[in-house]
């Protein structure tokens, strides 16, 4: 629908007319974090007789483009879902080319991402990078940690589950060493030990590609989550498809258990 209301596709995925675009945005109704399942990289390159390889590296600017919209919007909070704890399945040579792409974006587009007042954190086991890759995380959080922007968080190896886990056995031992009983484990204290403890919590999924499922990602985060849904391929995420999604969100009656104000008036 979107496409064919901005006008011709021009062939670097943007649209001519940009600035028309974001005004279909209600601000009033504007999600403050939005969470992105990046799907779709290899079925992009296999569509097209090319590489796995070829498709993570044309996600990247799927990744850029995205970002971007979300410094353009103000949205507040946006987290992608860029490398799973079940990721390390894959062929070593994946991996190995995923982790190299990984740490050539963080080198080219720290100074950019920093101009545009982005904010950049990283959730997971960061630890079982490189140290080299470490230190570039490390380096990217420190450098925009006083920036007010967007909050763009990369989650690699993670996992919802192990999220979880971890910050159960963290409650645990402060039981243990009685700096806090089980009768005082509450939601928001088990938010606070998790990763994401200095976000909102997510108020719409995205995921392209067809597939409808959370694959252990934010499960706690988005208990009240909206879900947006597209059989497009990542790489082919457009600035266009990025709005329509916060578009309909906007349209939605969000409950949270409760009932809408149509129905308690009736």
Do not use: C
Not at 61 to 77: G, Q, S
Not at 159 to 169: F, L, S, Y
Not at 208 to 229: P, V
């Amino acid at each position: 629908m979107l496409k064919k209301l901005f006008g011709k596709k021009k062939a670097n995925n943007d649209y001519e007319n940009n600035s028309d675009l974001l005004e279909t945005i209600d601000r009033d109704k504007m999600p403050r974090h939005v969470a992105i399942i990046m799907d779709g990289n290899g079925r992009w390159a296999k569509e097209k007789g090319m590489l796995r390889s070829a498709g993570h590296t044309a996600g990247i600017k799927a990744l850029k483009r995205v970002l971007k919209t979300a410094v353009n919007i103000n949205l507040e909070a946006l987290t992608v879902y860029a490398f799973s704890t079940e990721n390390w399945k894959r062929p070593t040579a994946e991996v190995d080319f995923l982790m190299k792409l990984f740490s050539e974006y963080l080198e080219k587009e720290l100074d950019e991402m920093d101009q545009e007042n982005v904010h950049i954190n990283f959730i997971g086991r960061t630890d079982a990078f490189s140290p080299y890759l470490q230190s570039q995380m490390e380096d990217a959080k420190k450098r925009t940690a006083n920036n007010t922007g967007v909050k763009f968080t990369v989650a690699v190896n993670y996992g919802g589950q192990d999220e979880i886990v971890r910050a159960i056995q963290t409650l645990a031992n402060e039981v243990k060493e009685n700096r806090l009983s089980p009768e005082e484990i509450s939601p928001q204290i088990l938010e606070k030990h998790l990763d994401t403890a200095d976000l909102p919590a997510v108020d719409l999924v995205i995921r392209t590609s067809g597939d409808m499922r959370l694959s252990n990602f934010l499960i706690w985060q988005t208990a009240y989550a909206e879900f947006w849904f597209t059989e497009t391929n990542w790489p082919d995420f457009t600035e266009a498809d990025m709005i329509e999604a916060i578009v309909d969100y906007s349209k939605r009656d969000r409950r949270f258990g409760g009932l809408s104000k149509r129905n308690e008036e009736k």
